[in-house]
């Protein structure tokens, strides 16, 4: 990774990791890889995430409980020609923050736990809230039945594209395009360049 793309600072990491939905699990049993999209909560130095007790997922976490888990938060598409005035297609690119979180898995079996991890998840994607709290009697059954895995993130690397290696000219070339092109996503990813910049 060039270093003017690299992001250290733990606190927007974690920011990426708490407003993403859903990540990538990436799993190897020594032989095949295996990458499946799945929601998570982050708790800590942790990631959580839930699912059946059977399945591809468990087998391959029992022969091999090392992960891999990516988190893309997607900005613009930048056509060539917002940065390029020579027609050439190599300029298009697009921008975006990425975090990629490496480590080893463990198997939540503790029942107040679970039901920690999966109201932590519900308050992250309902958090307006309406729903029995997860220590309810109620979930006694369907906690069992579910599955509750942790990823450490014993490394944690993450990737910020907004721009920020361009000339200062393609750079405003880039803003005037977005501004007129004008979408939500242009508007967005024009403030995120600018505070990535320095300029705002």
Do not use: W
Not at 9 to 37: N, Q
Not at 41 to 53: D, S
Request: proline share 4%; glycine share 6%; hydrophobic share 40%.
């Amino acid at each position: 990774m060039k270093p003017v793309f690299e992001v250290k600072e733990r606190a927007l990491i974690e920011e990426i990791l708490d407003r993403a939905s859903y990540g990538t699990l990436a799993l190897c049993d020594g032989k095949t890889p295996y990458s499946v999209p799945i929601n998570f909560v982050r708790i800590g130095e942790e990631l959580l995430f839930h699912g059946a007790k059977r399945g591809r997922k468990m087998q391959m976490l029992e022969c091999n409980p090392f992960a891999s888990f990516s988190v893309v938060e997607p900005y613009a598409i930048i056509p060539s020609y917002f940065s390029s005035k020579e027609g050439l297609a190599c300029p298009a690119t697009h921008f975006f923050k990425s975090v990629v979180a490496e480590g080893s898995v463990r198997f939540v079996t503790d029942r107040e736990e679970k039901a920690h991890a999966l109201e932590q998840l519900m308050r992250k994607l309902q958090p307006e809230g309406k729903y029995h709290p997860l220590d309810d009697d109620a979930y006694t059954k369907a906690i069992d039945a579910t599955a509750i895995f942790a990823l450490k993130m014993e490394e944690v690397r993450a990737k910020f594209k907004l721009g920020q290696h361009l000339t200062r000219e393609r750079f405003e070339m880039i803003l005037e395009h977005l501004q007129k092109r004008g979408n939500a996503g242009d508007l967005a990813t024009i403030e995120m360049m600018k505070r990535i910049s320095g300029s705002l």
